[in-house]
């Protein structure tokens, strides 16, 4: 095998990226490529920031749950200077305007010829997923997953966001996961540890073709969200769109690489082939960059790979702390506080009760009794943000910076194979807020 390594090498995504090469190695007969980026970290079968070559075969459990998760930045034709005083109250329309969260369906009918399509696939199983999907379109996720606003070296507006293809993309991966196991797509399997072996399906036969068409419904799909969700961003902003960059990090793309043909799977890697631009986002609160991949001998080894983020240094539960979640009644205003136990009854007319502290509707959720405290000082985190200038909405302690590697050193590690356009400085930050759990693996 062959393997490119960017920064300080993390042994365990080392070990996970081996595993994916040797495994594949045995089924083609042949040596394959891999890259660890510099943000590399372990992830659930292939690391995150880990890219592989398989010549073919393509594999679910690489691409990843969400599948096309990804990112897209948009310059507008407005100033800094022109949105003085403004930006707290234009973050409360986008936390109020814009759903966050698992299993967030979008207040808005969102019309899009991709629900057609997915209405049309090939994919029983996408196809019944259809109402999903559309609910769930123009929604952002948990975890990392954002909408911020920054302004740049010029003194220009601009929007970013990160997130994927949501429950439609997370159940097309556990489907394809279950029908490799000659399961139905809809059964539930066992998935294995973070540390299994890869899931691999040949490209030559039916299922692996199938594969292929899902995955790319699903990215268009997450093109689409980010896509509506950069223009509702707009409309509150009052602004036009000036200059977009857009691009997927879960994925697989058919490419030629030293005369022969791969599907090269990118996880939470960004490509970055010369003159192909892209928006790496830095942790919450940090730069972020728009950069462009060059052509040099170590571009040409990275499989035109690069960073997609800073890149995780510390875990969820390490930074936030040990977390025992319970399901509770819970308000529905964002404003309020109130829960009940989850035992108290429904209302005579079936409806759920009422919150005890504001009288509004109430719906099931997990709630945080913290067990073990964290790393992370989470109210400093917000102090800091905040005498920073940046109008932090959502979010918590495992998102915290200090749980990231520093975007600029990661950047660095990649050398001549990239080039920075634009520097782009938060001024508003927006992510589901720290109740929510995320159940992806990726």
């Not at 698992?102 to 997915?118: F, M």
């Not at 559309?134 to 606003?149: F, I, P």
């Amino acid at each position: 095998m062959s393997i490119q390594t960017f920064g300080t090498v993390d042994a365990r995504s080392r070990q996970q990226l081996s595993t994916c090469l040797t495994t594949a190695e045995e089924r083609e007969g042949r040596e394959l490529l891999g890259v660890l980026c510099a943000d590399h970290h372990p992830g659930y079968s292939q690391p995150i920031g880990g890219v592989v070559a398989y010549e073919h075969h393509i594999s679910p459990s690489g691409v990843g749950y969400d599948i096309a998760c990804g990112n897209m930045a948009a310059r507008t034709n407005i100033r800094v200077g022109d949105l003085a005083g403004e930006v707290p109250g234009i973050m409360d329309e986008i936390w109020t305007r814009i759903r966050f969260g698992i299993g967030r369906t979008n207040a808005e009918r969102v019309e899009h010829a991709v629900i057609d399509e997915i209405a049309a696939s090939p994919i029983t199983g996408q196809r019944q997923m259809v109402q999903l999907a559309a609910n769930q379109l123009g929604t952002v996720g948990s975890g990392n997953h954002y909408v911020d606003l920054f302004r740049d070296d010029h003194g220009w507006v601009w929007i970013g966001v990160h997130f994927g293809s949501r429950g439609f993309g997370h159940k097309t991966c556990t489907g394809f996961l279950a029908l490799a196991q000659h399961r139905a797509f809809t059964d539930t399997i066992k998935e294995g540890g973070m540390d299994r072996p890869p899931v691999l399906i040949d490209t030559r036969t039916p299922l692996g073709q199938d594969y292929i068409h899902a995955m790319e419904i699903a990215g268009r799909y997450a093109y689409a969200g980010r896509e509506w969700v950069v223009q509702r961003v707009a409309q509150i902003l009052g602004a036009e769109i000036t200059e977009s960059v857009h691009n997927h990090h879960n994925f697989a793309w058919r490419e030629t690489h030293g005369g022969t043909d791969y599907w090269v799977i990118r996880k939470g890697a960004t490509p970055a082939f010369p003159g192909q631009r892209g928006f790496v986002g830095g942790s919450m609160g940090e730069n972020s960059v728009v950069l462009e991949g060059c052509e040099s001998p170590l571009a040409a080894a990275a499989l035109y790979s690069t960073v997609h983020g800073a890149g995780r240094v510390m875990s969820r539960t390490e930074a936030a702390g040990k977390v025992k979640r319970r399901t509770r009644w819970v308000c529905r205003q964002r404003d309020c506080d109130g829960s009940l136990p989850i035992q108290t009854p429904l209302r005579h007319d079936g409806s759920n009760p009422r919150c005890p502290t504001c009288g509004s509707k109430t719906r099931k959720r997990q709630t945080r009794q913290i067990e073990r405290a964290g790393k992370v000082d989470w109210p400093s985190v917000q102090a800091q943000m905040l005498a920073s200038g940046i109008e932090l909405r959502g979010a918590g302690a495992d998102e915290a910076p200090e749980v990231y590697k520093r975007l600029p050193d990661v950047l660095a590690a990649h050398g001549d194979t990239i080039r920075i356009l634009h520097t782009l400085h938060p001024i508003g930050v927006a992510m589901a807020g720290i109740d929510e759990c995320d159940p992806y693996r990726d």
